[in-house]
């Protein structure tokens, strides 16, 4: 079994930053894609980033050249770098990563979700 352990949510003012992070723990044996996804009150769960095991990137139109996602593949840890926020950012931001465990069996995870609120 895979759990994904995000941290860094909060409360801020337009204008500021949060980083968050997202750690993967359990049986891994590799992890592909790990990504950003936010909900927002009464909308669907929308994508915000993705980066591959390489390094690949790839962004929501709304966020690019705010945000900036990372990972540390020794630590199987993403981590989501956000800059000059505005009040539409706010949202729970829930971690994703798929790969394949231990077992060889693919998986695909979801963070329990982290409150991010921009205050105008």
């Known amino acids: 079994q895979v759990q994904l352990v995000e941290s860094g949510g909060g409360l801020v003012q337009a204008g500021g930053s949060l980083r968050l992070a997202c750690a993967a723990s359990?049986?891994?044996?590799?992890?592909?894609?790990m990504g950003w996804f936010r909900q927002a009150p009464g909308n669907q769960r929308v994508l915000v980033a993705t980066?591959?095991?390489?390094?690949?990137?790839n962004y929501a139109d709304s966020v690019k050249g705010r945000f900036t996602i990372s990972r540390d593949n020794a630590k199987n840890t993403v981590y989501l770098q956000m800059n000059s926020l505005k009040p539409e950012d706010t949202a729970v931001y829930y971690c994703?990563?798929?790969?394949?465990?231990?077992?060889?069996?693919?998986?695909?995870?979801w963070g329990q979700g982290t409150q991010v609120t921009v205050s105008s």
């Open positions: 980066i591959a095991v390489r390094g690949n990137t």
């Open positions: 994703n990563a798929d790969g394949r465990t231990g077992w060889g069996i693919p998986f695909n995870a």
């Open positions: 359990g049986s891994i044996f590799s992890i592909n894609a």
